[in-house]
């Protein structure tokens, strides 16, 4: 089940840096933070995830708070393209050939404004 | 690089029919996830299978049924259709460690009219 709390959406300016929150406060110990988008009617985009320290690939960066309670995605410049769902998700890390379903909820639709 | 393959990508079927969805996993992967995604709604997990056997199931109704074959593709069957499963199916893959998270397909959309 979805353990995480997103607004539901948000705008933000071309060029400018997007900033997603998202509330975990029941994650576990074992448990990662997981960042997907969904361009519309397209299949779910990986994006990035981690579990305690920061994370930046080539795509968007992740801050997770030191209690590890909330996380932020950020797309540095937000292009027109990013205009999507983004879903953040937990789950628990290498727990064998079970369990490794993601549970998509409620996630922000980002829309970004030429 | 080779992407996950489903077919076929659009399907119009009646009441009561019966349908099969495909997915053909990224080589080397060894386990699939089927979705259902209604209007509106977001992706909900439906079951899973690894190395051909299932691992986990979601909410898939009694009506549909699927399975991994020897090549690691997987078939998602759905008997008697209702109007409410009209839908976008996805199916995605992965190996392990899969903790790099999951590759989707572009999707079957089922209409059921």
């Known amino acids: 089940d979805a353990k995480t709390t997103q607004p539901p959406s948000m705008d933000c300016a071309e060029g400018r840096a997007a900033n997603l929150p998202c509330n975990h406060s029941t994650i576990s110990g074992n448990e990662y933070v997981y960042w997907y988008r969904q361009i519309h009617s397209q299949g779910p985009q990986y994006i990035i995830h981690g579990l305690k320290n920061n994370e930046t690939n080539e795509m968007a960066s992740l801050i997770i708070t030191e209690d590890r309670k909330s996380s932020t995605l950020i797309l540095p410049h937000a292009t027109l393209r990013d205009t999507a769902v983004y879903y953040c998700?937990?789950?628990?890390f290498g727990v064998g050939n079970t369990g490794n379903q993601f549970y998509f909820g409620t996630g922000t639709s980002l829309t970004v404004i030429p | 690089a080779a992407g996950v393959i489903q077919s076929p990508r659009h399907l119009i079927k009646e009441k009561r029919e019966t349908a099969t969805l495909k997915c053909y996993p990224i080589?080397?992967?060894?386990?699939v996830y089927w979705y259902q995604q209604g209007p509106g709604q977001d992706p909900q997990f439906l079951i899973s299978?690894?190395?051909?056997?299932?691992?986990d199931k979601g909410s898939i109704p009694d009506r549909f049924s699927a399975q991994q074959f020897s090549d690691y593709h997987s078939e998602l069957n759905m008997s008697s259709l209702e109007l409410g499963d009209s839908a976008l199916y996805f199916c995605?893959?992965?190996?392990?460690?899969?903790?790099?998270?999951?590759?989707f397909g572009s999707g079957t959309r089922l209409t059921v009219v």
């Open positions: 080589p080397r992967h060894d386990t």
């Open positions: 998700i937990v789950r628990p």
């Open positions: 995605a893959s992965s190996a392990p460690p899969d903790n790099y998270g999951y590759t």
């Open positions: 299978f690894y190395e051909k056997m299932q691992s």
